[in-house]
């Protein structure tokens, strides 16, 4: 039989890239939805490679993304996104990928689906359906057409590029309209968690851009300067790692238990680990200089530490920053500008964040972040007319429409 052909784009968004859909070209049915995006992606793999699939092999390239036309009023489009597993059938909606954001304004405007400006600046209103947020994109154009080229420099990319501005609007909002609940889940900017074998451990768990929770480095016996190849290859810290981050879930209301969890829901939350500043190598080579950052931070994405920052990730550092009591708060509180710059394994990144004081609470109105974007390939990709012979185990989000 022929393999299915379906329209998608290609796109790296920040230091991440997915394969991108209009929802209108795929299944309505999620489950049908679900096998057929595993097999663009080419999971489960169990020699985690994703050689027959359009996945990297990682989790910063296992990713798909389905964007619609919004009939909310305050939004142009909806915003859907899914982080795929590797080795396993699971695609996990229950969060956002601030990276593969810069990529959604781009990917609407040149599949027709909004209009833009010829030149200057479209502004694109998103709705991120996942955890029930709304983000505003500052997307360049020149002659009619995304501007993708430019000298904007993001650490952890080769390549120069068009500098895309993210406003996270109201990213730990407790209006009612996010699908994370509180922004501290327990009531504490602290919370103490008991993980078995370890005893106590402190940790801010804060819902900001995604729930994320963050911990000292010296509780997983780290300094808070390791890339990549000082953490992935040490199974006992991942272990450690993941063992933080599924209790924390059962604490913040998102897991009924740890187990729950680690096979249900593995792409939220997510776990970091921070220091104060000290010298370093990045991936690329460069010498950190202590003096040129507020904070180090790393932070683990699929059970593995991450090759730069998600960029939900820099939101939570951001509001975590804002809010005196958390644990970033501690070491590195906003700057006079309202900016905080932290280092990460392949350098450095610097978020803005604008917080208030109401009736006795922190509100984080907003969180400023740069990208780029860049369509990679577009076209069709093509999967066999059975997409998956395995079970299905997509974890559920009321806000994707299942």
């Known amino acids: 039989?022929?393999?299915?052909?379906?329209?998608?784009?290609?796109?790296?968004?920040?230091?991440?890239?997915?394969?991108?859909?209009?929802?209108?070209?795929?299944?309505?049915?999620?489950?049908?939805?679900?096998?057929?995006?595993?097999?663009?992606?080419g999971s489960p793999d169990p020699?985690?490679?994703?050689?027959?699939?359009?996945?990297?092999?990682?989790?910063?390239?296992?990713?798909?993304?389905?964007?619609?036309?919004?009939?909310?009023?305050?939004?142009?489009?909806?915003?859907?996104?899914?982080?795929?597993?590797?080795d396993a059938p699971v695609i996990d909606w229950s969060g956002n990928c601030g990276n593969l954001t810069a990529a959604v304004g781009p990917f609407a405007i040149g599949t027709?689906?909004?209009?833009?400006?010829?030149?200057?600046?479209?502004?694109?209103?998103?709705?991120?359906?996942?955890i029930g947020r709304r983000i505003i994109a500052h997307v360049?154009?020149?002659?009619?057409?995304?501007?993708?080229?430019?000298?904007?420099?993001?650490?952890?990319?080769?390549?120069?590029?068009?500098?895309?501005?993210?406003?996270?609007?109201d990213p730990a909002g407790e209006d009612g309209g996010s699908a994370t609940g509180a922004t501290f889940p327990t009531g504490l900017q602290i919370e103490p968690l008991e993980i078995p074998g370890v005893g106590n451990l402190q940790a801010t768990l804060i819902n900001a851009g995604l729930p994320t929770i963050f911990i000292e480095a010296a509780a997983l016996g780290l300094q808070g300067t390791e890339l990549q190849a000082d953490v992935n290859g040490r199974m006992e810290i991942l272990a450690l790692a993941e063992a933080v981050r599924s209790r924390?879930?059962?604490?913040?209301?998102?897991?009924?238990?740890?187990?729950?969890?680690?096979?249900?829901?593995?792409?939220?939350?997510?776990?970091?680990?921070?220091?104060?500043?000290?010298?370093?190598?990045?991936?690329?080579?460069?010498?950190?200089?202590?003096?040129?950052?507020?904070?180090?931070?790393?932070?683990?994405?699929?059970?593995?530490?991450?090759?730069?920052?998600?960029?939900?990730?820099?939101?939570?550092?951001?509001?975590?920053?804002?809010?005196?009591?958390?644990?970033?708060?501690?070491?590195?509180?906003?700057?006079a500008q309202g900016t905080i710059r932290f280092g990460h394994p392949s350098g450095t990144l610097s978020v803005g964040a604008e917080a208030l004081r109401h009736e006795g609470q922190w509100l984080i109105r907003k969180v400023s972040v740069s990208r780029s974007a860049r369509r990679l390939m577009e076209g069709w990709v093509r999967v066999p007319p059975e997409p998956t012979a395995g079970p299905l185990n997509a974890v559920a989000s009321d806000r994707a429409g299942r």
């Open 1 to 41: 039989m022929r393999q299915l052909r379906i329209p998608a784009v290609y796109m790296r968004g920040g230091t991440s890239k997915g394969v991108f859909f209009l929802a209108g070209d795929l299944p309505a049915e999620p489950r049908a939805r679900d096998r057929m995006l595993l097999r663009v992606i």
């Open 47 to 86: 020699y985690r490679k994703h050689t027959d699939g359009m996945g990297g092999g990682t989790s910063s390239t296992s990713k798909v993304v389905i964007v619609s036309r919004s009939s909310r009023p305050d939004c142009d489009v909806d915003y859907l996104f899914g982080q795929v597993a590797i």
């Open 112 to 130: 027709g689906l909004l209009s833009a400006p010829a030149d200057g600046t479209a502004t694109v209103r998103i709705w991120q359906a996942n």
């Open 140 to 169: 360049p154009m020149r002659g009619g057409e995304v501007l993708e080229s430019g000298d904007f420099r993001l650490d952890g990319l080769a390549f120069p590029g068009a500098e895309i501005r993210l406003e996270f609007l």
């Open 248 to 335: 924390a879930a059962v604490a913040m209301g998102l897991a009924a238990t740890a187990e729950e969890a680690t096979a249900r829901r593995p792409h939220s939350p997510k776990i970091a680990f921070i220091a104060k500043p000290a010298r370093y190598t990045a991936s690329d080579g460069r010498t950190i200089d202590p003096a040129s950052i507020d904070l180090l931070a790393r932070i683990f994405s699929m059970g593995q530490l991450h090759h730069a920052m998600t960029g939900t990730g820099a939101v939570a550092i951001a509001a975590a920053a804002a809010i005196p009591g958390t644990l970033v708060h501690r070491i590195a509180p906003l700057s």
